[in-house]
């Protein structure tokens, strides 16, 4: 599981259908996968996988954020919250399934953050030294009007 969000913006929202101008959509992760840089190596197996996993978080964010939209209904009912799904991914990338870890208290933010993770199918896939077949990992997804 990743830790409570960290939030970075992930930028701009996109489609005139769904989203609203001038509002902005992030997407988290806890700790370093949040951030755009690769972690450097550590000697153990176990310190490995968590580099390993917090690299491949990182880029599965990068992926991710670009399905993301925010419904317009929400917007203009100033809807914000963040809303935890939990993907799970095999080892060629394909999400198997996406399901609502902890919702956002509106049903149409919590709906929008699973649909997203389906859209985003095939996300890159785990390396192999993070452990798991398949790979399972709750993505903290926070929607907000704020600048």
């Given at each position: 599981m990743?830790?409570e969000?960290?939030?970075?913006?992930v930028g701009?929202p996109?489609?005139?259908?769904?989203?609203?101008?001038?509002?902005?959509i992030r997407?988290?992760?806890?700790?370093?996968?949040g951030?755009?840089?690769q972690?450097g190596?550590?000697?153990?197996?176990?310190s490995t996988?968590?580099?390993?996993?917090a690299?491949?978080?990182s880029e599965?964010?990068?992926h991710l954020?670009?399905?993301?939209?925010y419904?317009?209904?929400s917007?203009s009912a100033?809807?914000?919250?963040?809303?935890?799904?939990t993907?799970?991914?095999?080892?060629?990338g394909?999400v198997?399934?996406?399901?609502?870890?902890?919702?956002?208290?509106y049903?149409?933010l919590?709906?929008?953050?699973?649909?997203?993770?389906?859209?985003?199918?095939?996300?890159?896939?785990?390396?192999?030294?993070i452990p798991?077949d398949p790979?399972?990992?709750?993505?903290?997804i926070?929607?907000?009007?704020?600048?």
């Amino acid at each position: 599981m990743i830790e409570e969000a960290e939030a970075d913006r992930v930028g701009q929202p996109v489609g005139s259908d769904h989203l609203h101008r001038g509002s902005h959509i992030r997407a988290a992760f806890g700790g370093a996968a949040g951030r755009n840089h690769q972690v450097g190596p550590r000697t153990n197996s176990a310190s490995t996988a968590q580099v390993a996993l917090a690299n491949w978080q990182s880029e599965l964010l990068g992926h991710l954020k670009r399905f993301l939209r925010y419904p317009r209904p929400s917007q203009s009912a100033r809807e914000e919250g963040i809303a935890k799904v939990t993907i799970t991914v095999d080892r060629q990338g394909q999400v198997l399934g996406a399901r609502l870890a902890r919702g956002s208290g509106y049903p149409m933010l919590d709906g929008e953050a699973v649909a997203m993770m389906r859209r985003g199918s095939p996300v890159p896939p785990p390396g192999a030294d993070i452990p798991g077949d398949p790979v399972i990992v709750t993505i903290p997804i926070l929607f907000s009007l704020r600048r």
